[in-house]
């Protein structure tokens, strides 16, 4: 059988960074996240956690919950362990540390970037914060300074190819 | 770039819209459905040339609304959130 191993790229380090003139991109540590559906205050009360914010809402880093839906929001900094998730009171949570990687993505050029992966205007609030960018799906939030992209895990190398590709950081 | 207005994000760009169909062509139901009505709503669309009304899907909520939209101008109002039960705004 062939080695085909070369044709797929390996991910980029835990540590890998992009640095450009004023922006700085890195992949953080595992960050745990649910993703809940159903009736999300619910949730939110039973957690003393503050509203789920939408587009660039601002955040603080330890416990935020990011509105995508209706009817659906991701926690981060909240852990589920797989026994308990599921469908209770009303509220369905699904484990998705393992899924989703974080990015930061800082520095005064981190808007120029969000302008090249979008055409959504910033300027105009949105209730969810999922979007298209640079053509898959994300959520993208601000914290302290920095914004932070949630985004399918595989879909990690192709962001950093992407990011590479703009010239805007190596 | 077109832009599209969700009913629950708000203003967003075309490429996140899924287009979805005519508003109105429900499913046929019951088992006297005859092949004439089976082929009406499984392939003959509207095409209007002006005002249209369209079901859309924003992709990144996956909220399915009503829009109505001018082919002619490309003008597009703001989308319409659909009730369960009737399959319009």
């Known amino acids: ?170 | 770039m077109q832009i599209f207005s969700c009913p629950f994000c708000g203003p967003r760009p075309e490429y996140e819209f899924h287009f979805g169909g005519d508003l109105g062509n429900h499913r046929p139901e019951g088992p006297e459905v005859s092949a004439e009505v089976w082929a009406q709503y499984l392939h003959f669309r509207n095409n209007p040339k002006g005002a249209s009304e369209e079901i859309w899907l924003h992709m990144t909520c996956g909220e399915i609304f009503a829009l109505q939209r001018d082919t002619l101008t490309m003008e597009a109002a703001p989308g319409q959130a659909l009730t369960a039960a009737e399959g319009r705004p």
């Open chain 1, 1 to 170: 059988m062939p080695d085909r191993s070369g044709f797929w790229p390996a991910p980029p380090a835990p540590d890998a960074r992009l640095e450009g003139e004023g922006l700085s991109v890195r992949q953080l540590p595992p960050v745990p996240q649910v993703m809940v559906s159903g009736a999300t205050d619910r949730f939110l009360a039973a957690r003393d956690l503050g509203p789920a914010v939408g587009l660039l809402g601002q955040v603080t880093p330890g416990r935020y919950a990011l509105r995508l839906a209706r009817h659906r929001m991701l926690v981060a900094g909240v852990r589920q362990d797989h026994q308990t998730a599921g469908w209770q009171d009303g509220v369905a949570t699904t484990p998705m540390t393992g899924a989703l990687a974080v990015l930061e993505i800082a520095g005064p050029n981190g808007m120029a970037l969000f302008a090249r992966a979008s055409a959504i205007d910033p300027r105009l609030s949105s209730a969810s914060a999922a979007l298209d960018f640079a053509g898959v799906h994300a959520a993208l939030c601000r914290v302290e300074g920095a914004l932070r992209l949630h985004v399918d895990r595989g879909l990690v190398p192709y962001l950093f190819d992407w990011i590479a590709a703009t010239g805007m950081a190596r």
